[in-house]
């Protein structure tokens, strides 16, 4: 046995309900990215780390800046209550993406995060905006 196979493969059926419940709170840069250019942005993207110059050096296109530690019921009130966030932060080596989503999912929100990130963006060659 290698250990790829010293632990069993979770049955078609426990693996579907792995990945659908992975699906439904992550997303990727290439979704995102398709997501804008294809016109079908149903969600909220939002950048949730970093002071207001390091957002306007570089951020994804149509993000709106909201560090995690600025989101509040009042704050997050001025979106419709049924509105999908897609909050994003650094890259990989950054949870405030993490916090972002966690803070949201306690008030009630829905919401993903997209892995990667800005490393995760560049990786894919996307363009950034600039403010």
Aim: glycine share 8%; proline share 5%; with cysteine.
């Amino acid at each position: 046995m290698s250990s790829v196979t010293d632990f069993p493969a979770a049955s078609p059926e426990e693996a579907v309900g792995h990945f659908m419940r992975r699906l439904s709170v992550e997303t990727d840069c290439a979704d995102v990215h398709e997501a804008m250019a294809q016109g079908e942005q149903d969600f909220v993207l939002l950048h949730v780390v970093g002071s207001d110059e390091a957002f306007a050096r570089r951020h994804i296109p149509g993000a709106v800046h909201l560090p995690h530690r600025l989101m509040t019921p009042e704050r997050m009130a001025q979106w419709p209550a049924d509105s999908i966030f897609v909050v994003y932060c650094a890259g990989p080596h950054c949870n405030g993406a993490d916090r972002a989503a966690l803070r949201l999912a306690r008030m009630g929100l829905a919401v993903k995060i997209m892995l990667g990130g800005i490393t995760g963006w560049q990786d894919e060659g996307f363009s950034f905006a600039l403010s």
